[in-house]
């Protein structure tokens, strides 16, 4: 039995909750990446990890998410998820900080080639229940997030009921 994903395989599960739960479309068309800002244009992800997010781009859930989890297995279990991503970052680079590793460059070969993280902590990480919860935070409180995000900020207020039917018109062609 097998008891450790691989890089590439722990990309495609963490997108795949992503997805499936609306949020990877509410940073995407609400937000628009606002997070990714701070990333130089030339280490961006879809300029190094062959069009795809990296890893831990792809698992990033903004504060105003995250907050709104009002469960606390299932803040749990990301924040599990969050700590053994960091901890494989920093077991392969040798490195006592990895955060700037993580987000803001380029995916070194080292991390893709040796990393591993245990079936357990990911499995529960994405199982049934965070997914539902996720599901309903951004099915009912988006309008909310929206108003509280700092992407607000670079829009005028007129434009987030606009991207927030847009949002949901994605989810209901979604299911």
Do not use: W
């Not at 803040?75 to 900080?97: F, H, M, N, T, V």
């Not at 919860?133 to 992407?151: P, S, V």
């Amino acid at each position: 039995m097998k008891e450790h994903y691989n890089y590439q395989e722990t990309l495609e599960i963490i997108e795949n909750l992503m997805q499936n739960s609306g949020v990877r479309n509410f940073c995407t068309i609400v937000c628009q990446g606002q997070c990714c800002k701070y990333c130089e244009p030339k280490d961006r992800c879809h300029n190094n990890e062959n069009n795809q997010r990296r890893l831990c781009c792809s698992n990033y859930l903004c504060a105003n998410i995250f907050c709104r989890l009002h469960n606390d297995e299932v803040a749990d279990r990301l924040c599990d998820l969050e700590q053994a991503l960091e901890g494989q970052y920093k077991s392969i680079l040798q490195e006592p900080s990895s955060d700037n590793t993580m987000f803001f460059t380029p995916t070194p070969p080292a991390v893709i080639s040796q990393f591993q993280i245990k079936k357990e902590i990911l499995d529960k990480a994405v199982d049934q229940l965070v997914l539902q919860t996720l599901q309903k935070i951004m099915t009912e409180r988006c309008q909310d997030i929206a108003k509280c995000l700092f992407c607000h900020s670079t829009m005028p207020e007129s434009e987030i009921p606009r991207r927030i039917d847009l949002f949901k018109q994605s989810l209901t062609t979604q299911t």
